[in-house]
């Protein structure tokens, strides 16, 4: 390969993927075991693994699940936390929301982020207009500092009640903070907005995983040598190890988002106006909306139990994957996941000690999978094993294996359906506007009869699509993101105090862009509001348009129709000023593969239908298919990470850029 390689890194919970990707356009890829004890041993390794193939590489992009699996697992370190004379019990209050109505044996909220013994008061007062009504009393920290010595506390978050108005009481806290711990997070620059709860465990969170992510980037940085490495994350953009060891929470989701950055490139190349992001492995299924090539954002999801107020892709993951356990509920329904076999033991009919039955059980029972083919290099599947885990069932329904198989198979395929139409129809979207990206191990094996239930008129399996999300960290740019809340009435919109205030957003986005060399005229920066009825709980964000607020009102209540179905003269008001500030460097276009040279079929097999019931199945290795070659359904394409079927009636060809696309017919 040529000089300048770039590599792309996803570090999974199992697997570590890694793409080089050189200036030719020439592109290698790998997949090695995860190092959970040292991650940065498996990122060596996956690039040891490559160098025979690539040569010398210049830069690293990394993506990792590490900082969300800690925080599921509860692996963050202790925190110390600090906050407002008066407020101490905040994370214990949280909201008044409940995990069921009904059920009065769950408990009505999770355990607090940072236990009652790790939480200080400090005296100071701030009102909401960033007023000071009580200055901070400094000379209460030496008490509190050394109450954190004694428990053995090196991280600190800090949390007053209205800092999102005016950070210098936290500012100074940090100064006198950092001469005696290693790592101090202020919410203020974590999370400047109102609603202290959620400001609180959001910094709670980035204060918890900063030991953890220091470690890790520290010895990554030493072992590159002094070679560029960034970070992609959950916003789906790269940042620097510096931003990244200050912000560690960023990193969460940032498996996810790689891989919807890779399907926002295919869709931008592809010129999808369109598009939804199908990410279908052993454990979850993740979809997420794509509009003219850009994925929709949150600026709030929960991780774990706990809410995590940043930008991040708005990634609706559900428990549906190839390892989901079919189970017969007690009022005899049929249900599938969200409770996964794993990768250990794994689905029955990987001979691994499984025994329940899953959705690959189901899938290679109806002849979707090849239990000829060696999948991952060391596991064949046993037809005989998914015999047995799905007999139970069959015989509890009075159903045939082929029956009760198509049952699990359907039902996984709602429950997909369902996040499909969260995220495009109960948005205010129709899914037939849209085209389909499915990747992951699975996503190409149910694609197909997903889009024919949702009216998708076109599938795209895309090229490199067994490391997605790796690819997804070399196609992302530079990107920043602010938020300062700003509480206004459109009527009473002071356009001069908005402009200050955008503008020091910017300049706060801009800076370590400009830091790294980036010349201020290749950045594009974006405005954008959170807008609200008056009284309203919660808001929209919308792009910033010129006009006044005239416009912005007519730009909130176009967007509220779409969502809601229609909109009321009530007054409308602004909580939250947003900037984004991104590098304006495009990536070079997506390498295709190989082309390939053989349209034969390298064999048939029996496959189940329910419109055409048991037929035999041609079955094409991925890499032999040439371009503008068509395939009739029913058939299955099979490459070394996947298996694409297409269904019956719907055609498939494979188009310049390596993807395969699937033309699942008109819209229903």
């Not at 996984?412 to 495009?424: D, I, K, Q, W, Y």
């Not at 076109?458 to 300062?484: K, M, N």
Request: proline share 7%; aromatic share 6%; glycine share 10%.
């Amino acid at each position: 390969m040529a000089e300048g390689i770039r590599i792309g890194v996803d570090v999974g919970g199992t697997f570590t993927d890694l793409v080089a990707w050189d200036p030719a356009g020439r592109m290698e890829s790998c997949k090695v075991p995860t190092t959970p004890a040292n991650p940065a041993e498996g990122v060596l390794h996956g690039i040891a693994t490559l160098a025979p193939r690539t040569g010398a590489w210049a830069s690293l992009a990394h993506g990792t699940t590490m900082v969300t699996n800690a925080i599921v697992e509860r692996r963050g370190a202790p925190v110390g936390y600090i906050t407002t004379r008066g407020f101490r019990d905040v994370l214990e209050i949280g909201r008044m929301s409940r995990l069921h109505l009904y059920r009065l044996d769950l408990p009505a909220k999770p355990e607090p982020l940072v236990p009652r013994r790790l939480r200080r008061e400090i005296t100071e007062r701030v009102g909401p207009d960033g007023t000071v009504l009580t200055r901070l009393h400094l000379e209460e920290l030496p008490a509190i500092v050394e109450d954190f010595k004694r428990e053995g506390i090196e991280s600190v978050a800090v949390c007053l009640l209205h800092s999102y108005a005016s950070p210098a009481h936290e500012q100074a806290l940090r100064i006198a903070l950092e001469a005696h711990f290693p790592y101090v997070s202020i919410s203020s620059e974590i999370n400047a907005e109102f609603r202290e709860y959620e400001r609180g465990c959001t910094t709670a969170l980035n204060a918890s995983v900063m030991p953890l992510a220091a470690r890790y980037l520290d010895d990554l940085v030493q072992r590159a040598s002094g070679k560029p490495l960034h970070l992609l994350h959950s916003a789906g953009g790269m940042m620097s190890v510096e931003a990244a060891k200050e912000r560690p929470l960023s990193m969460a989701m940032s498996g996810p988002a790689g891989g919807v950055a890779a399907a926002a490139h295919t869709s931008r190349a592809l010129g999808l106006t369109r598009a939804l992001a199908f990410d279908m492995g052993g454990t979850t299924t993740d979809v997420c909306l794509i509009a003219d090539g850009v994925p929709e954002t949150a600026g709030q999801r929960k991780l774990g139990d706990y809410p995590a107020r940043l930008p991040m892709i708005a990634v609706e993951s559900i428990g549906a994957g190839g390892g989901s356990i079919a189970r017969v509920e007690p009022t005899g329904a049929l249900k599938v996941g969200p409770r996964s076999a794993g990768a250990v033991p794994g689905p029955a009919c990987y001979g691994q000690g499984g025994a329940e039955p899953t959705v690959s059980d189901a899938n290679l029972l109806l002849g979707y999978l090849n239990s000829e083919r060696i999948y991952g290099g060391s596991i064949r599947l046993d037809p005989a094993r998914a015999e047995s885990a799905i007999g139970p069932l069959a015989a509890r329904f009075g159903f045939s294996l082929i029956e009760a198989a198509h049952g699990v198979v359907e039902v996984a395929n709602a429950n997909m359906l369902r996040a499909l139409r969260l995220v495009s129809v109960q948005r205010g979207y129709d899914l037939r506007d849209f085209a389909l990206i499915a990747y992951g191990g699975a996503g190409p094996l149910h694609a197909g009869a997903l889009a024919r239930q949702a009216g998708i008129s076109s599938v795209i399996v895309p090229a490199h699509s067994g490391a997605f999300s790796a690819l997804g960290c070399l196609v992302s740019p530079l990107r920043y993101d602010t938020v300062q809340t700003h509480r206004s009435r459109l009527e009473t919109w002071d356009a001069k105090v908005v402009e200050e205030r955008f503008s020091a957003l910017e300049a706060q986005c801009l800076r370590p862009l400009l830091d790294e060399g980036h010349a201020v005229e290749r950045i594009v920066l974006l405005r954008s509001l959170d807008l609200r009825y008056v009284g309203q709980n919660y808001e929209l964000e919308i792009g910033f348009v010129p006009g006044g607020p005239g416009a912005l009102r007519a730009a909130f209540e176009k967007r509220h129709r779409q969502l809601y179905g229609y909109a009321t003269g009530e007054n409308v008001e602004c909580v939250n000023l947003r900037v984004t500030a991104r590098a304006a460097e495009e990536p070079p276009p997506m390498p295709a593969p190989p082309s390939g040279t053989s349209a034969a079929a390298t064999g048939s097999h029996r496959a189940y239908f329910p419109e055409t019931g048991a037929v035999e199945m041609l079955r094409y290795d991925r890499a032999s298919l040439p371009p503008g070659h068509l395939v009739e359904g029913p058939a299955m394409v099979e490459d070394d990470w996947s298996t694409t079927i297409v269904y019956p009636g719907m055609r498939c060809v494979a188009d310049r850029l390596g993807n395969l696309v699937i033309e699942a017919g008109a819209p229903a």
